[in-house]
């Protein structure tokens, strides 16, 4: 009896002290750390006071909005949202008659898209804020985004792809902007069995040539690949230039249950391109022109329309028939990025499951091409000895690396989803000198002009995929989110958490004074060449063709001209071609007309803007504008009559009793 | 032309402090010139909603943006909230909102006269002559600055009866006057006018001082 009174005693305590060290606990520490690590100054650092600014811009992904968030660093404040493959009714993209052929593809209208990667042009090798590219992963699309006026310019799709994945990134003149395949197809489509995988299945690496001057691409060639899944990509640059650097895994060409089929291989591959050589080939009249469908979507600046093309063939080149042109070289497991350092030696593998970074040498990789170091091939493309290439391997500084960027100062930060922790580690020793945690489970990395021979190493942005308890909740789905880091001194320090957008896959940085003096103010009335612009209110009127009723609107602080209108008969297609004619910063007036089946316009001073708006009802119905513009702006409405089909109600259009243009 | 010239340097040559007056005389009165390129006054307006402010610059000829493209469009744009009639702006004019200003033709004339004028007299070489010059110009400024006022103050006082704000003066009960400042700053519902002369402003100044010593100088040197 004594004895089991005892031993029950014992359970007793073990139970207690045991109970001591549970999670809920474990909990409190992690947390108290978290804040912990908080150094007393960090307020004053991403302290921006109000009315100064920033002295970086962000540009992050909007991951599955489709959208590119623009931020201010160090203060973490969100100034715009661009909308670039997903519709935007606060602005009107996508429903508008101007912007809905951006969203045109191969498919039809597609309202949607996930934004990935975000990449600033650049010139000699520094990122020169000009545009911002930034790939979609669904239907495989690239756009550009001008940063004098923050505005998609051009969407062009990419035929024969499928996860445009390992994109958007750009070489280091901008020569090129670079479009990967993550999921294999049939090319050309066809009805084939999805068992017939293996060998049938190809990928694409698109390489799109941008204009200098207008920025415009145009797909210079694609490189059919075998049909493993290309992750990440990164060009080379300084001594590498003129590669690019894709990171593959599913070489297994596995076509189910991927999570396990695809990670057999202990070593998958990073394609080496040698784009350079690839570009002489296609210039002396190489490559075989194929036919492909693709929507190439331009925006006039000048009429403030997009116009959508279908190009009807692309340039294909075969590895086979660019020999030493590209490799494989072999790397630790499902690497994920793949990136490469700012003096363009080190070529790192983000080894997402073997725990392992694994760090090419591009003058390794020379010697091994002209010594013929070559471990067999796989479809005709020569593995290259993983020794022959290889400069050395960090093993197991986290867990499920991700990304990697880079200071100055030859280290390198890589992201551990599994970990959920930045690492900064110093490429040459391999060696890791700091680790810090992050909340939670962080994805990309981006120190601004982190793709370029200088980056500007003060800022490091992590963006997390889960933040749990980091924010107050807002129901089961909660925001992601970014944190800042100062990466200045020998230890990271963290400074800030803000909330993203969407799932922020990628962010592209730049110091504010590159692209702040460029950024447009206004556009010039006098420039404004949209076919239905109305330059002066006198010059406003309404037009009926059949059942077609063209509104030539002006509005100006506060009112509509006209903004009394009859004669619209029900069964009627009525068209707002709205002309914003204010010409002072800042005062964008917008339209929204009661039971349109579209959004309302959000139309800035200089622009002409179009809704359609198709009469159900018999009535009087008013419409208005949305944007305060002024202490009159709840004055700023108007109303539009409506008659019953056919009946003979006389067209009439008046401001103030008047017909515009005829008072006086 | 080149005979005339030559005639100058050999004068010149032998009258140096006569080179002197002259030259301060027709430089003086060259520098009118300046009206034709730069503005004579300017008014500029800040409020919260402008930290650029909006700037009018008052031309002999016209009116122009002051700060920022369109100032003018815009100032003329807020004046509609207060009934203060329109600018005379080209567009103002086409459309018939505004009349337009006769001294912008009567202006250029006089001072295109005063130009010809000072350099006659200059090369005349009579100090009288000078100093008559300068009487006009200070006779023709005060009736200019004084015309000036009268717009200021038409512009302020003649205002629509509809005008969307009707603002009453808190002291006189009497409806608010929006005249801008004549010289200098003045408060004007959420704006802060100042108002200044500017270059042309400056070089009718310069040139009007320049007379004043051929003047003197001349004087001296008929004394010799």
Not at chain 1, 183 to 208: E, W
Not at chain 1, 316 to 331: C, N, R, S
Not at chain 1, 599 to 613: A, D, F, H, N, Q
Request: with cysteine.
């Amino acid at each position: 009896m004594k004895t089991i009174f005892r031993s029950l005693l014992f359970i007793l305590v073990a139970a207690v002290s045991l109970n001591s060290c549970a999670p809920t606990g474990s909990n409190k520490e992690t947390k108290g750390t978290a804040k912990g690590a908080i150094a007393g100054n960090a307020a004053e650092k991403v302290y921006v006071a109000p009315g100064e600014h920033d002295s970086h811009y962000a540009f992050l992904s909007g991951g599955f909005s489709g959208q590119l968030a623009v931020y201010g660093l160090p203060s973490g404040r969100l100034f715009r949202v661009i909308p670039v493959f997903s519709q935007d009714p606060e602005k009107g993209y996508g429903y508008n008659e101007e912007t809905k052929p951006m969203l045109m593809t191969s498919h039809g209208f597609i309202p949607w898209g996930d934004s990935h990667h975000p990449d600033i042009s650049q010139t000699s090798g520094s990122v020169d804020g000009r545009w911002v590219f930034i790939n979609e992963n669904n239907t495989p699309r690239i756009a550009r985004i001008s940063l004098e006026t923050f505005e998609t310019e051009e969407i062009i799709e990419i035929p024969n792809s499928a996860g445009n994945h390992s994109s958007s990134f750009v070489t280091e003149n901008t020569e090129y902007v670079v479009a990967g395949t993550r999921f294999g197809v049939p090319i050309p489509q066809r009805d084939i069995s999805i068992k017939d995988y293996k060998g049938n299945f190809k990928a694409s690496l698109t390489f799109l040539k941008v204009d200098p001057e207008t920025g415009h691409m145009n797909i210079a060639f694609q490189v059919r690949m075998p049909g493993f899944d290309y992750d990440l990509s990164h060009p080379g640059r300084g001594k590498s230039h003129g590669w690019f650097f894709f990171s593959t895994y599913n070489t297994e060409e596995a076509h189910s249950l991927l999570e396990v089929n695809a990670s057999q291989n202990d070593k998958d591959f990073i394609a080496a391109i040698n784009w350079k050589k690839i570009e002489e080939y296609v210039k002396n009249g190489g490559g075989k022109k194929e036919p492909a469908k693709y929507a190439h979507n331009l925006w006039n600046d000048d009429e403030h329309s997009a116009t959508s093309t279908m190009e009807k063939e692309v340039l294909v080149v075969e590895p086979k028939d660019v020999p030493g042109a590209i490799f494989f070289l072999p790397t630790a497991k499902s690497p994920h990025g793949c990136d490469v350092d700012p003096s363009g030696e080190y070529i790192i593998g983000n080894g997402k499951l073997a725990a392992a970074m694994t760090v090419h040498s591009f003058t390794k990789m020379q010697k091994a091409i002209a010594d013929k170091a070559f471990d067999g091939e796989k479809y005709g493309i020569p593995v290259i000895k993983f020794d022959a290439v290889n400069y050395g391997v960090l093993d197991q500084p986290g867990l499920g690396p991700l990304h990697t960027e880079f200071d100055t100062r030859g280290n390198a930060y890589t992201t551990f989803f599994i970990s959920s922790e930045v690492v900064k580690w110093n490429i040459k020793d391999l060696k890791v000198i700091d680790r810090h945690p992050v909340y939670y489970s962080v994805g990309h990395l981006m120190i601004p002009g982190g793709n370029s021979q200088h980056p500007d190493d003060k800022y490091l942005v992590a963006m997390n995929k889960i933040t749990k308890d980091r924010y107050l909740p807002t129901g089961p789905e909660v925001c992601q989110s970014a944190q800042l880091f100062d990466i200045s001194g020998e230890k990271m320090e963290l400074l800030l958490d803000f909330p993203t957008i969407g799932e922020p896959h990628y962010a592209a940085g730049i110091a504010a004074d590159k692209v702040a003096p460029k950024s447009r103010k206004i556009y010039k009335l006098e420039e404004n060449k949209h076919p239905y612009a109305v330059k002066n209110e006198a010059e406003s009127k309404v037009v009926r063709k059949g059942n077609e009723v063209h509104i030539y609107m002006t509005m100006i602080r506060s009112h509509f001209s006209p903004d009394n209108i009859e004669g619209v008969r029900v069964g009627d297609k009525v068209f707002f071609h709205v002309t914003n004619l204010e010409q002072d910063y800042d005062v964008p007036h917008g339209i929204a007309m009661i039971g349109a089946n579209t959004s309302e316009m959000l139309i800035m001073p200089g622009r002409t803007s179009t809704i359609i708006w198709e009469p159900k009802e018999v009535g009087v119905w008013p419409f208005y504008c949305t944007d305060f513009c002024s202490a009159l702006h709840q004055e700023m409405q108007g109303y539009i009559r409506v008659s019953p089909r056919g009946a003979k109600t006389p067209l009439t259009y008046t401001l103030d009793g008047d017909v515009p243009g005829t008072d006086e | 032309m080149v005979s005339l010239f030559k005639t100058e340097l050999t004068q010149f040559k032998l009258y140096k402090i006569m080179k002197i007056s002259k030259i301060l005389m027709v430089v003086g009165s060259l520098l009118l010139l300046g009206l034709f390129v730069f503005p004579l006054w300017k008014i500029t307006l800040l409020a919260p909603q402008y930290p650029e402010p909006l700037g009018l610059n008052i031309h002999i000829t016209h009116l122009s943006d002051g700060v920022q493209f369109n100032d003018v469009k815009n100032i003329d744009l807020l004046n509609h909230y207060i009934g203060m009639a329109h600018l005379p702006t080209e567009e103002n004019i086409k459309t018939g909102k505004a009349e337009p200003f006769v001294e912008f033709k009567i202006f250029p004339i006089v001072v295109g006269i005063m130009v010809v004028l000072g350099v006659v007299f200059g090369f005349m070489g009579k100090p009288n002559l000078y100093l008559t010059w300068l009487i006009i110009m200070i006779l023709l400024g005060i009736a200019g600055l004084y015309d000036f006022y009268n717009w200021l103050y038409i512009y302020g006082h003649n205002l629509d009866p509809n005008a969307i704000l009707k603002i009453t003066d808190p002291v006189t009960g009497k409806p608010m006057g929006y005249q801008p400042p004549f010289f200098g700053y003045k408060k004007i519902l959420n704006f802060e006018v100042y108002s200044y002369p500017d270059i042309g402003a400056y070089a009718i100044a310069a040139g009007m001082v320049l007379a004043f010593f051929a003047w003197i100088t001349g004087k001296k040197e008929v004394k010799r």
